[in-house]
């Protein structure tokens, strides 16, 4: 796992997510379905990927997920949907997909918006190429231009590799300069084989889903199902980014998560390391000064920063509004199996603070 992690964060690392679930929304009140579905800004150009949380009418996160805004394209139909109108592209990890599916599918039966939910995760398949060198190979087998300036983040393009069309998307889950390639089923395998021929010139190395939960902890990448579940509002789990409250667009679960900003927060995800190193699983206790103020959702072991990294939800024992102040003047601790571990508190990611990384720009 150590150099999996290290080739990643140093080179190039190929990651095989073809579990995820991968879904198109389209027809003439497609529009309007994604704007009420999905918490982010979805009144973008087509070209746009857009990473979204989808929550509940109470504001807790149903999913988190990518969304593509697409045109007419009249290619492929693993890779375009048949239609005049514009239509959206949602990559959803494999471990919730049905759970995404079916959220997306009632929201829009409830609603009686006129779209269709078309679900292609068996048509194709995902490789998701990361690390400094993962421009510099795709480019020598990709038609299209990977510089930054054509290709931004949270973007995609159609594409040609070895004489298969795909998608690309600009995205990482663990940090660094990457790309994500979405292939009709047929293709999946030439494909993968013609980018790990090119990438033997950079050491490339198959990776992992034990190096995916090293290398976004230390991002501070959130997991569903650990760091934001459908009890978890965006705002107490660090993404009210994903959150489009400066728009006048209504969306499921905004009354809530209006009404909390509003009130302050009483609970909320923080991030921990450990002075030493100890195996976490997640359950372990939070202290601050000595009392209990919660528990751990999700640890693991930072390859890059050489360190125990763990988050977990807390609130005040006397039940106040949490504010960074607050968090900053306390002296923590971690109850493993009864004995206590010091542990320092961090309120930004732990492995490039100022995200400069994943825009390609190494020092």
Known sequence: IGKECETCRTKVAAFNMSYFGKFYISGPDAQKAVDWIFSNNMQKPPGSTTYTCMLNKDGGVQADVTVSVLEDEGSHDA????????????????????YGWCHIKKTIEDNRFNCQLIDKSEDMGMLSIQGPKSRDLLQSLLNVDLSHESFAFSTHKRAQLAGHDLRILRLTFVGELGYELHIPAESCIPVYNAVMAE???????????RAIDSLSIEKGFKHWHQDIRHDDTPLEGGLAFTCKLKTDTPFLGREAIERQKAKGLKKKLICLTLDEHKALHGLEGIYRDGQAIGYLRRADFGFSVNKTICYGYVRRPDNEVIKNEWLKTGTYSIDAMGEMFPATLHLKPVFDPQNTRVKGIYK
Do not use: T, W
């Open 79 to 98: 890779l375009s949907p048949s239609s005049d109108d514009r239509s959206f592209y949602v990559a959803v990890g494999g471990g919730i997909a049905e």
């Open 199 to 209: 990438g033997e010139k950079y050491d490339i190395i198959n990776s992992g889903y």
